[in-house]
């Protein structure tokens, strides 16, 4: 059903949608080509804040009438639904008169569900589906995650030496990486839509968990989980707003306090056997937070990487390596409770291995991630 030049139109509005990435948040980022017997003749991505979409940028720039041609978008363009912040890009589609439209995914967004693809297909416009749906599913997962699973994709990164450990016994950690990563994760952070860190790593290190030395148009929402409110009021954490701290304790007074620091405090609930803050109540909450925040990258330490990884809301690790030992009696990366049988290790599936710097890079994702299915098409 498709050609090398769908492939190929497909592959350029794939590598357009990344322009949007980070930028684009809550919506996704998506990519748009328009061509004419195969030539290009206008191009978008969606734009920062989610909007116009990439459909809509890519017919104002074409360079000649778009009547007649063929469209290649990585996403079902969106129908009118009541959320909706502007004209939707089916209808510009219709009027514009285009004869084809070539989509990767289906949206799942319960505005757009379908609704896109029928009215474009009631208009008598040829529409054909699913190209390159795998590579455009890897590139939307977080949206689609926050979409489908109402609940954001959970990337945890951590730095460790080559047998897994991440300070000396006395705390002594500065610097287990190289510079070269340490800039890598920067580079993470320019793309995520929050970052967030536990209070234990905060009063340890006192992190800012902003993106600094790459390029960035907007900074990422910090985020601190503190059960108790025990952040202290010179952290960097607390200057120049944009952050959020989830909170489990009920002590309003300190709440308000640091309010009106121009910080926000949300309250979840504790779960009931362990005293903690219910993370999985978390995780569905920040979904929703704001416009939504699809992606969170975790920078913590060993306890809550851990309850992170057993309340089963990881999506997946990325694994700085340094080329060193520290040996067993180091500061490990994960306090699991002491496993008794080996069918009870967490399993990983590695995505990706690359060199930064002198270290290595592995992305792997998790297998268990909440027991609830893949939001991912099927490759
Ligand atoms: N190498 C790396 O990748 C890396 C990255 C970051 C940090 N670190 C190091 O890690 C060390 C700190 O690690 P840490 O393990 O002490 O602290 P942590 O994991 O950063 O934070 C743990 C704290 O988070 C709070 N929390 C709230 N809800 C929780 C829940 N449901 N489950 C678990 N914790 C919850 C708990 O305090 P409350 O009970 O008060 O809420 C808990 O003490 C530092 O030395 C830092 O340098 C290493």
């Not at 025990?230 to 989830?246: F, P, Y």
Request: glycine letters at 8%.
């Amino acid at each position: 059903m498709f050609s090398a030049t769908d492939h190929a139109m497909m592959a350029r509005a794939i590598q357009l949608g990344e322009l949007g990435r980070g930028i684009a948040t809550p919506n996704p980022h998506v990519g748009c080509v328009i061509t004419k017997q195969g030539r290009i003749i206008g191009e978008g991505f969606t734009q920062a804040g989610g909007r116009p979409h990439a459909e809509a940028m890519a017919l104002s720039a074409c360079t000649e009438s778009p009547e007649g041609a063929t469209i290649y978008s990585t996403l079902e363009p969106c129908a009118p639904h009541e959320k909706s912040r502007g004209p939707a890009c089916a209808d510009l589609l219709i009027e514009a008169k285009v004869a084809r439209v070539v989509s990767a995914l289906h949206d799942p967004f319960e505005g757009v569900d379908g609704k896109g693809h029928e009215r474009l297909r009631d208009a008598n416009i040829q529409l054909d589906i699913g190209l390159m749906a795998p590579q455009v599913g890897e590139q939307l997962k977080a949206f689609l995650a926050r979409v489908s699973r109402k609940r954001p994709w959970i990337t945890l990164k951590v730095a460790a030496t080559m047998d897994g450990k991440t300070a000396l016994l006395n705390g002594q950690s500065k610097w287990i990486t190289s510079a070269e990563s340490r800039r890598d994760v920067h580079l993470l952070r320019s793309k995520v839509c929050a970052v967030m860190t536990g209070i234990g790593t905060a009063l340890a290190d006192d992190p800012a968990l902003t993106v600094r030395d790459v390029p960035c148009n907007r900074q990422p929402l910090r985020i601190l989980l503190d059960g108790r409110l025990d952040v202290r009021d010179d952290m960097q954490l607390l200057r120049g707003g944009n952050s959020l701290i989830v909170t489990a304790t009920g002590n309003e007074a300190r709440a308000a306090e640091l309010m009106t620091r121009g910080v926000d405090v949300m309250r979840i609930p504790t779960e009931a056997v362990k005293g903690k803050t219910d993370l999985v109540a978390m995780m569905h909450a920040l979904a929703q937070y704001h416009r939504g925040l699809n992606h969170i990258m975790v920078e913590t330490g060993a306890k809550l990487n851990a309850s992170l990884l057993s309340a089963g809301v990881v999506d997946e690790i990325i694994f700085y390596v340094a080329p060193s030992i520290l040996g067993d009696a180091a500061r490990g990366l994960f306090a699991l409770p002491e496993l008794t049988d080996l069918k009870d290790k967490v399993e990983l599936k590695f995505s990706d291995v690359r060199m930064v710097g002198p270290d290595l890079r592995i992305t792997a994702t998790v297998n268990n991630s909440a027991g609830e299915a893949s939001c991912l098409p099927a490759s």
